[in-house]
């Protein structure tokens, strides 16, 4: 029979047993909230604790710990079960303790560890997947058979079918944890309470807190919720209670209880005391101040800092909780860029690096009936205790910083699309009067002899060609400079030839040379010295794709290293990134392997703009050469090319629209293949196929894959002549792009081959695709049939270490 009880009046009364707020701040607003909140019935009673540079500022008990069988009044020194909390407070920093040591790898699969694992398709989930949920596993394990003991759930979870593959999409499971549980366990050779109790509670000096705590500390545990008949079954160490019980000093949490109250995801108990020791110390490790917390400050960074796959938009560390539909215990006033967790019995707690704060709330909100519903509250609390502690918003710079954008558009909210002006750098060199170049002209004794690299993209807002505006407003503004030769790369000065061995010529307006910079010898695509060592400067105005394969990236460097020879100045008149710079995706190109589609080793989407490129290259490779970027106005990095209002020209022939160029990153990789990119018909790189595929069968693989931001359906064309597959009947997927903001298309690319590969292996020419990719690992990966999620895992810590380098060549904001 299920037990309901009134609330009386002393419920209302705030219980001072050892508690006080600092005099400084001002904490009567969550006084105030919580009585409202056991005057609700959402809780029984409560325990409070803010922490703010270096100090408890504020420690409360509320209301009453226990409403059955007796009456009890709360006391801060209450321990409660902490439920999932034990993820993150002993579970995750067990697994960060085993990387520290080398005994470990986070981007291995878990499968290396756990053989047993990779039953029923998990092979490729890795433990980075596990510590941010995002492996694809249901949320918990199965609890309608009977089964008891910690070795049963294991078989249970290793055995498991996944609902979805790894590093598509967030899913909070508990289950993640209970396998890193068995992890922590098999890799140290110890039981987890044992492990916690050496490595974690122990060196930190916890003195209430523990897995199965024992008989003598039950005074003191806030008890949970009811449980009735055959449902109340449980095993505590030796001890089994049958019958109507209420859990107190039993782990609340189902699962855990029937593994004996030991388990990854749940079954810490904890006091209010305890988890403020455990946070100053997390807070003071970060700060690089003496700290017994049992990790290594650059781990713990790691591990509080996003950590989810490039494409998620539910922000996770190692364990924390970062930006989430769960991360509701941050309220609305703190910045994004903190952590946190919450329990399942009503604990939880948010850190707040960046106001040195902490704020820990635990209550036992399902005592004695279940779940109340305690979200709203939790965020009113965070919302009065920022108040009280006088916390600003950061105007979304540590947002901008881990989400790429600004903090409205964080996390699962973030990404909407900005209507910006953007002015590229030809229309900044008209409104400053040709600025720059004056001053180059004065640099060279009163002349410029000026050359232009440039095609059909180089105009103005007003659609003036950038070829004009030099020869007759330049040269009218900027005394002795004088527009002599035209150069063009890829496709021509206007960009329609889609060949090789484009001859010089004449423009027809100025009748200025143009010299080709897509001849047929190696040779005829690097600017000749001799010409350079006649020009004072040469000026780029380009529209780039944004990805590291398009070859105006090469000719820019050729450019580059020509001048670091001659000495002529490089005056790159910037243009956006047209698939936005704040996402940078795909496999590190490897060095030694530089090509006229390999510029150098970078991503195959880099994120910077040509004018930010230039500046990369010219640290990087050390050229010295003299370069100045005009720079755009308004453009941020998380710009699409649809937010700056600029005209779309075609970069090239084949990318006709901001679709292509977005799918570009992907089908690019493999039209060095005998696989038809749609070249020769209306809509190139939207789809693909071949004569020898089935389109409906690999699109029912793919859409099986549920990649995150596209979904695939079959189509059937027929490319025209020169192109592959010219005049014959193709099928094949079409590929529709559902949400670019969550789509990572280099690792879209990567699956594609995978699929062509497990099903084509005969007639798919997998190993044409390195010209592009230009990986031999990855490659490698692809032939050997690894997932493609866990080979996107292993090019992630080049691409980590890319982005610090690229760091000082960017020009734009975040935000």
Same mark, same amino acid.
């Given at each position: 029979m299920r037990r309901f009880l009134s609330v009386g009046p002393l419920l209302l009364l705030v219980v001072l047993l050892a508690g006080h707020a600092h005099a400084q701040y001002d904490f009567s607003a969550i006084d105030s909230i919580v009585n409202q909140g056991i005057a609700d019935h959402k809780i029984p009673g409560a325990v409070v604790i803010v922490g703010h540079d270096d100090k408890v500022v504020f420690r409360r008990a509320y209301g009453l710990r226990s409403l059955v069988p007796d009456r009890e009044k709360m006391s801060a020194d209450t321990i409660f079960d902490m439920a999932s909390l034990t993820k993150v407070l002993?579970?995750?920093?067990?697994?960060?303790?085993?990387?520290?040591?080398?005994?470990?790898?986070?981007?291995?699969?878990?499968?290396?560890?756990?053989?047993?694992?990779?039953?029923?398709?998990?092979?490729?989930?890795?433990?980075?997947?596990?510590?941010?949920?995002?492996?694809?596993?249901?949320?918990?394990?199965?609890?309608?058979?009977?089964?008891?003991?910690?070795?049963?759930?294991?078989?249970?979870? &290793?055995?498991?079918?996944?609902?979805?593959?790894?590093?598509?999409?967030?899913?909070? /499971?508990?289950?993640?944890?209970?396998?890193?549980?068995?992890?922590?366990?098999?890799?140290?050779?110890?039981?987890?309470?044992?492990?916690?109790?050496?490595?974690?509670?122990?060196?930190?000096?916890?003195?209430s807190t523990r897995f199965l705590p024992p008989k003598a500390w039950v005074p003191r545990i806030a008890p949970t919720q009811w449980e009735h008949g055959a449902s109340a079954s449980g095993i505590r160490g030796s001890e089994t209670f049958p019958g109507d019980i209420m859990l107190r000093g039993m782990v609340h949490d189902p699962t855990s209880r029937r593994m004996g109250g030991v388990a990854g995801h749940a079954g810490l108990f904890m006091d209010a005391d305890d988890l403020s020791v455990y946070a100053r110390n997390l807070l003071d490790r970060l700060e690089g101040e003496p700290s017994k917390f049992p990790l290594a400050r650059r781990v713990l960074e790691k591990m509080v800092a996003?950590?989810?796959?490039?494409?998620?938009?539910?922000?996770? !560390?190692?364990?924390?909780?970062?930006?989430?539909?769960? /991360?509701?215990?941050?309220?609305?006033?703190?910045?994004? !860029?903190? &952590?946190?967790?919450?329990?399942?019995?009503?604990?939880?707690?948010?850190?707040?690096?960046?106001?040195?704060?902490?704020?820990?709330?635990?209550?036992?909100?399902?005592?004695?009936?279940?779940?109340?519903?305690?979200?709203?509250?939790?965020?009113?609390?965070?919302?009065?205790?920022?108040?009280?502690? !006088?916390?600003?918003?950061?105007?979304?710079?540590?947002?901008?910083?881990?989400?790429?954008?600004?903090?409205?558009?964080?996390?699962?909210?973030?990404?909407?699309?900005?209507?910006?002006?953007?002015?590229?750098?030809?229309?900044?060199?008209?409104?400053?009067?040709?600025?720059?170049?004056?001053?180059?002209?004065?640099?060279?004794?009163?002349?410029?002899?000026?050359?232009?690299?440039?095609?059909q993209t180089g105009m103005d807002s007003k659609g003036n060609r950038t070829i004009?505006?030099?020869?007759?407003?330049?040269?009218?503004?900027?005394?002795?400079?004088?527009?002599?030769?035209?150069?063009?790369?890829?496709?021509?000065?206007?960009?329609?030839?889609?060949?090789?061995?484009?001859?010089?010529?004449?423009?027809?307006?100025?009748?200025?040379?143009?010299?080709?910079?897509?001849?047929?010898?190696?040779?005829?695509?690097?600017?000749?010295?001799?010409v350079l060592r006649n020009l004072d400067a040469v000026v780029i105005d380009l529209q780039d794709a944004g990805v590291r394969y398009y070859t105006y990236e090469t000719v820019l460097r050729y450019f580059l290293e020509a001048?670091?020879?001659?000495?002529?100045?490089?005056?790159?008149?910037?243009?956006?990134?047209?698939?936005?710079?704040?996402?940078?995706?795909?496999?590190v190109s490897d060095a030694g392997a530089e090509s006229y589609v390999d510029s150098m080793p970078i991503p195959v989407r880099h994120g910077m703009t040509l004018g930010e490129l230039a500046r990369y290259d010219n640290q990087q490779l050390h050229l010295n050469a003299p370069l100045t970027v005009v720079a755009m106005k308004g453009w941020q990095r998380g710009d699409w090319f649809?937010?700056?209002?600029?005209?779309?020209?075609?970069? /090239?022939?084949?990318?006709?629209?901001?679709?292509?160029?977005?799918?570009?990153?992907?089908?690019?990789?493999?039209?060095t293949t005998n696989i038809s990119v749609g070249r020769g018909t209306d809509t190139p790189f939207e789809?693909?196929?071949?004569?020898?595929?089935?389109g409906a069968a690999l699109t029912a693989y793919l859409n099986h894959r549920d990649l995150s931001g596209v979904r695939f359906y079959p189509v059937n064309f027929t490319p025209r002549k020169p192109y592959p597959y010219g005049s014959q009947p193709c099928s094949g997927v079409r590929i529709l792009v559902t949400a670019r903001n969550v789509l990572d298309a280099p690792e879209l690319g990567v699956e594609i081959a995978a699929a062509l590969h497990r099903f084509y292996s005969n007639q798919f020419e997998l190993q044409k695709m390195n010209v592009l990719l230009a990986n031999r690992q990855v490659l490698a990966e692809i032939t050997a049939g690894e997932d493609p999620e866990y080979i996107a895992e292993q090019w992630r810590p080049l691409l980590n270490s890319?982005?610090?380098?690229?760091?000082?060549?960017?020009?734009y904001p975040d935000r």
């Open positions: 002993v579970t995750a920093p067990a697994v960060m303790q085993l990387y520290q040591e080398g005994k470990i790898d986070v981007d291995a699969p878990v499968a290396k560890y756990l053989p047993e694992f990779a039953a029923n398709g998990k092979g490729g989930i890795t433990i980075r997947n596990l510590l941010t949920h995002y492996s694809g596993l249901p949320p918990d394990l199965p609890l309608q058979s009977p089964w008891h003991g910690k070795q049963a759930a294991y078989k249970l979870a &290793f055995a498991i079918v996944p609902l979805r593959p790894p590093g598509v999409r967030f899913q909070y /499971s508990d289950i993640n944890f209970i396998v890193l549980g068995a992890l922590v366990e098999k890799i140290s050779g110890m039981s987890l309470d044992q492990y916690a109790l050496r490595y974690i509670i122990q060196p930190m000096g916890l003195k996003p950590e989810q796959p490039a494409t998620g938009v539910v922000l996770r !560390g190692f364990g924390w909780d970062i930006d989430s539909p769960f /991360s509701t215990n941050r309220g609305t006033l703190f910045p994004v !860029g903190g &952590f946190g967790h919450t329990g399942f019995t009503g604990t939880s707690i948010w850190v707040d690096p960046a106001s040195d704060s902490y704020l820990i709330i635990l209550t036992n909100a399902v005592h004695p009936n279940g779940p109340t519903g305690i979200t709203r509250l939790r965020g009113r609390i965070a919302n009065a205790t920022a108040v009280a502690l !006088g916390v600003h918003a950061d105007d979304g710079v540590l947002a901008a910083h881990i989400t790429g954008y600004n903090e409205s558009l964080s996390g699962v909210r973030r990404w909407a699309a900005r209507n910006a002006s953007v002015q590229t750098g030809i229309d900044v060199l008209e409104s400053d009067h040709f600025a720059e170049l004056a001053a180059l002209a004065q640099k060279h004794g009163g002349h410029l002899r000026l050359g232009l690299l440039t095609n004009d505006i030099l020869d007759h407003d330049a040269a009218a503004a900027v005394p002795g400079l004088k527009l002599t030769t035209l150069f063009s790369p890829e496709h021509g000065i206007i960009g329609s030839y889609d060949r090789p061995g484009i001859a010089n010529s004449t423009d027809a307006a100025t009748e200025l040379p143009i010299i080709s910079l897509y001849g047929l010898t190696a040779a005829q695509q690097r600017p000749p010295l001799a001048a670091a020879k001659t000495g002529t100045d490089i005056v790159v008149l910037d243009r956006p990134d047209p698939v936005n710079g704040a996402f940078v995706q795909g496999p649809d937010s700056t209002s600029l005209t779309w020209v075609n970069p /090239s022939p084949n990318l006709r629209n901001l679709e292509e160029a977005t799918l570009y990153p992907a089908l690019g990789l493999i039209e789809l693909f196929g071949a004569p020898w595929i089935n890319f982005m610090e380098k690229r760091q000082p060549a960017l020009l």
